[in-house]
Nanobody, 113 residues
Framework: QVQLVESGGGLVQAGGSLRLSCTAS????????MGWYRQAPGKQRELVAS?????STNYADSVKGRFTIARDNNKMSLQMNSLKPEDTAVYYC?????????WGQGTQVTVSS
């Protein structure tokens, strides 16, 4: 049974910073990808950033230069700087392994203008 536990998030003013963390536990095949997705009200869930078990990273254009994803084995973080009101969303931790997606419970990030 794979579980993802998230922490972080909250309310911050525009221009501020937040850090999200996620820990995956359970039987996890070594080759996998972890990532952060977000979903704003009325919008589809979208990829924010991902990192493979080999260390390759990928970012959405909207967060490049502002967000940094990192991982250490099955622990992952997302450092979010220069936050904008349009970053407001529920952020979900994701693990993709052996062609299956696992999701965390989600954490709210709210950026006030």
């Amino acid at each position: 049974q794979v579980q993802l536990v998230e922490s972080g998030g909250g309310l911050v003013q525009a221009g501020g910073s937040l850090r999200l963390s996620c820990t995956a536990s359970g039987s996890i095949f070594r080759t996998n990808t972890m990532g952060w997705y977000r979903q704003a009200p009325g919008k589809q869930r979208e990829l924010v950033a991902s990192v493979t078990s080999a260390g390759s990273t990928n970012y959405a254009d909207s967060v490049k230069g502002r967000f940094t994803i990192a991982r250490d084995n099955n622990k992952m973080s997302l450092q979010m700087n220069s936050l904008k009101p349009e970053d407001t969303a529920v952020y979900y931790c994701n693990l993709y392994v052996v062609m299956r997606d696992y999701w965390g419970q989600g954490t709210q990030v709210t950026v006030s203008s």
